[in-house]
């Protein structure tokens, strides 16, 4: 009973939970030792309230992460993940670093805690990190949907997705860009499930293509064919890797076959071809010769001229060179015989003229007088200027080839080159002008008839429009065309003239009467609205009827008209607003009916079908709301019911068609699925065969009412056999496996319960070894058992681990145990045995630094951060100053290892070294 007294445990060490929570309460977490008091109680109390009040006062991440994770109380792990979602959320403070909080998420294996918390990390980064490591398509969903991410990071998001459900689920949610995106994705995904039917179809075409070039025989023309086939061939096998193998080697050995046969056929076609090339060749060459010597003569003729111009001397010799040394050219190229007798020829011609000088003088001087006149006159800008230019400009052109000929020789040719000029300068604009013109002048004598209708039938307003638009006309036509048309445009310039006249002379008066009956219709209304609406139509129609006389008594009339009109129609327009409305929706709903049959009539024609069957569900809703729409008026419903009838006829038509094509390729799947069943092979490559044929099967279209399931009933019934028979394998398969799975699922278990009563690291490390080496022994089981093995393996592998941290632990704290026994049995005289030591500390035991082992106390004491006696405060204080001197000039840091060493080596033990050494073990036992 005294030694209880005397030696009582202290508080958290108390067997009572009250005592042991309120040493929880007591102890201060900032000091060293307290922390690993409470550490153990925090993990190791027996008491769960204990457990969660220590956990509480640490409030630390990493402590309620290894609560939540090893902690036996239900209640604990569900506190410690309720802290520990609100640490990450930022609803509660844990000393939880960002740096911390990334490095959790990223290593935390909770799946369920991190889809919890996913979108409430205030992370985007990390959120983003997050949702495509834990990869779940409701989590993409949620994200792009419902969080609060960037739009940026909804779309790198969305560029993961590639399901067409699941896009066509998001394009129902999202709306701008996003929606944008997901609807390009959409359409890029029907397009990739589309490209290997139109690029068979394209090959296909192309090999058609080149396949008839065998019915031709130009070789220029096959060749160049033959070219622009092989260019498309080459741009379209570029993606022929997406065909099935069969119909790829199909292909690419038929087109092989036609080059082949092409080239066998083309080989005398090709000879000849080449012959007639020689030919165009040499006629070619012979051209060439031609327009050369034909320079040449040219630049001897303008030598002549210019030394004509300047009024040089011709120097004869040199001419006779020049003349003599073409004609022998002529002699010794290649050239036909007209050519060449033209060249000699000419060059005679040439030589001859070369004496009639004065001639030519004059003819040079009456060419710069033409350009002088040519250059005043200016470019046309509108059809007006061109009238005023153009007898001259005609004139010049005249004379000037009128010249030409005089002379019979090339003129200079700087006088040449700028008549040239300014001759393209004008005809550019002249000829744009003048085609204008004609058209006009062509619309003028068109619309003629068409006026002397309108005059004869008494069509005024009519006649006075178009007289109007052609007298705009008429001013812009040349001298030329006026006189042509002239007889005619006087006729109804008179005629126009009587036509206003008459005009005038009794509208006026007649409105006079009109609008005393509308005055009267509108101030005395009927009783019937129809008829009402009826008689103020009738007046409006004969008002419209006289025309305009044009003067200001007729714009008052109007007026006042128009205000009795209106006011003589109110009866009766709210009682046919109602119908005309009603018969007017049901009229336009219909026309937007047969548009949109038209349109989708149009596309059958002009382009290929992506998807029947949303065609024929479009086309089956538009005839039901054909059918559902109401009455229109009498007088176009034979109209709209024929377009509608005739609309349908081509669309029908079009999916019937369809239908007949959709059964026939069914039938022939059936007929491969039928000759599938009855081959011997491998019932796996069977069964992959026979859902190749399935997938084909989806791709075909509905072959018709009664029809497609039919086919369908008979093409299964070749199918199911075969399935059933693959399941029966397949089954006997999973049974091997599963039956493997639970023999490891044991063993693995076992392994498990053993790390318990395990002491030696040695063991616990065998027993890793054999866990690991389970997984390379499951061959065969399905990727959910084999992923739960490889989960209870790293949880064998992680509890083993943390056992022989444990145990390493343990030992550690052994040594300093046996290291602070070895003291005290040396302060009591006793023997101690320093060989099981390390070196260090044994040469330690040995020495005598002559330190004072009270200062490196001190010294220990500060390093670990521990308080010292009340006593010790003033020389606390010394001995602090002096370290901190020490670290600050001479670079000097201590640590508790070293003073350790500094401490044993302090001279003999004596009975007051008992204190000292009690207040350093907590140092380094715990």
Request: proline letters at 2%; hydrophobic letters at 40%; aromatic letters at 6%.
């Amino acid at each position: 009973m005294i030694f209880s007294k005397l030696f009582r445990k202290k508080k958290w060490q108390s067997e009572k939970v009250s005592e042991r929570l309120a040493a929880v309460a007591e102890l201060d977490k900032d000091v060293l030792a307290n922390k690993s008091i409470l550490h153990e109680l925090a993990f190791n109390d027996g008491d769960e309230k204990v457990r969660r009040a220590t956990l509480e006062k640490l409030n630390d991440f990493a402590l309620w992460w290894q609560a939540f994770r090893n902690d036996h109380s239900d209640n604990i792990k569900r506190n410690a993940e309720r802290i520990i979602i609100q640490s990450l959320t930022g609803v509660r403070d844990t000393n939880l670093d960002a740096k911390l909080k990334v490095q959790f998420i990223e290593q935390c294996n909770k799946t369920q805690l991190l889809e919890r918390i996913v979108f409430e990390l205030n992370d985007e980064a990390l959120t983003l990190s997050t949702i495509e490591r834990l990869n779940k398509d409701v989590l993409h969903f949620r994200a792009i949907t419902e969080s609060t991410l960037s739009d940026e990071a909804k779309l790198s998001l969305l560029a993961n997705i590639n399901d067409m459900n699941q896009l066509k689920k998001l394009a129902k949610k999202l709306n701008g860009s996003l929606l944008s995106h997901v609807e390009q994705k959409i359409e890029k995904l029907k397009l990739d499930a589309e490209k290997p039917v139109k690029l068979e179809k394209q090959i296909r075409l192309v090999l058609a293509q080149l396949n008839a070039l065998k019915d031709k025989s130009d070789f220029s023309v096959i060749a160049e064919k033959q070219a622009e086939i092989e260019n498309q061939w080459q741009q379209a096998v570029n993606d022929i890797d997406i065909l099935e193998n069969e119909v790829k080697t199909e292909l690419l050995a038929k087109h092989q076959k036609i080059v082949e046969t092409l080239e066998r056929i083309q080989a005398p076609l090709k000879a000849q071809w080449q012959q007639q090339q020689a030919a165009e060749l040499l006629t070619q060459e012979q051209q060439n010769h031609f327009e050369q010597i034909s320079a040449e003569l040219a630049a001897v003729e303008s030598k002549i001229t210019q030394s004509i111009a300047d009024d040089s001397e011709i120097e004869q010799s040199q001419l006779s060179n020049d003349i003599n040394t073409i004609t022998h050219k002529c002699n010794e190229v290649s050239l036909n015989d007209t050519n060449r007798i033209e060249l000699l020829k000419r060059a005679e011609t040439i030589f001859n003229r070369a004496n009639q000088i004065p001639k030519i003088k004059q003819s040079i001087l009456l060419a710069k007088g033409l350009l002088e006149k040519l250059q005043q006159v200016p470019i046309p800008q509108d059809l007006t200027s061109l009238n005023a230019i153009q007898s001259e400009f005609k004139q010049l052109k005249k004379e000037w080839q009128h010249n030409l000929k005089e002379v019979g020789i090339s003129l200079p040719t700087d006088i040449a080159g700028e008549y040239d000029r300014l001759i393209k300068l004008r005809d550019n604009a002249i000829s744009e002008f003048e085609k204008q013109q004609r058209q006009i002048f062509n619309q003028i004598r068109r619309k003629i008839p068409e006026l002397e209708e309108l005059i004869k039938q008494g069509k005024f307003n009519n006649a006075f429009g178009l007289y109007k638009k052609m007298t705009f006309w008429y001013a812009d036509l040349n001298d030329y065309q006026k006189n042509q048309i002239a007889r005619n445009w006087e006729f109804l310039e008179s005629e126009m003239e009587k036509l206003k006249e008459l005009q005038m002379s009794f509208s006026n008066p007649k409105k006079q009467e009109l609008l005393a009956d509308i005055k009267k219709l509108a101030e005395t209304p009927l009783v019937d609205p129809t008829e009402q609406a009826h008689r103020v139509r009738l007046l409006r129609s004969n008002w419209q009827s006289l025309g305009h006389a044009g003067d200001d008594q007729e714009n008052e009339l109007n007026e006042e008209f128009n205000q009795f009109c209106e006011a003589a129609f109110v009866p009766c327009r709210e009682h046919y607003k109602e119908l005309e409305d009603e018969r007017q929706a049901n009229l336009d709903a219909k026309l937007l009916i047969i548009s949109q049959l038209e349109t989708l009539a149009n596309n059958l024609k002009s382009s290929e079908v992506s998807s029947w069957k949303d065609l024929e569900s479009v086309f089956v809703k538009l005839t039901k709301l054909w059918r559902e729409t109401g009455l229109i008026d009498r007088d176009k419903v034979s109209e709209i019911n024929n377009r509608y009838q005739a609309i349908l006829k081509p669309i029908k038509q079009a999916i019937t068609k369809h239908h007949v094509s959709n059964e026939q390729a069914k039938q022939a799947l059936i007929k491969q699925a039928q000759e599938l069943a009855a081959q011997e092979m491998d019932l796996t490559q069977k069964s992959d065969k026979l859902k190749g044929l399935q997938a084909k099967w989806k791709t075909v279209g509905f072959a018709g009412k009664g029809t497609d399931q039919k086919l369908w009933n008979e093409f299964r019934a070749v199918n199911n056999p075969i399935f059933e028979q693959r399941d029966n394998d397949k089954k006997q398969e999973m049974d091997a496996a599963n039956e493997l799975f639970d023999t490891h699922m044991a063993m693995l278990s076992d392994l498990k319960h053993s790390i318990e009563d395990v002491t030696e690291i040695n063991e616990l490390r065998s027993i890793i070894d054999q866990a690991e080496q389970s997984l390379t022994q499951v061959k065969g089981v399905a990727k959910p058992q084999f992923e739960k093995l490889r989960r209870i393996v790293l949880s064998i592998t992680k509890i083993a681990d943390e056992a022989i941290a444990e145990r390493r632990a343990k030992q550690e704290q052994q040594i300093y145990v046996d290291l602070f026994s070895a003291v005290e049995a040396l302060v009591e005289g006793k023997a101690a045995d320093l060989s099981q030591f390390k070196s260090s500390w044994q040469n330690a035991f040995n020495m005598n630094s002559k330190q004072d082992r009270h200062q490196v106390t001190l010294m220990m004491e500060i390093t670990a951060g521990l308080t010292s006696p009340e006593v010790d405060k003033a020389k606390r204080n010394e001995v602090q100053m002096e370290m901190l001197s020490a670290k600050m000039e001479q670079g000097i840091e201590y640590n508790v290892q070293e003073l350790l060493e500094s401490w044993l080596a302090s001279g003999i033990f004596t009975e007051a070294d008992i204190e000292l050494l009690t207040r350093i073990k907590p140092i380094f036992i715990s």
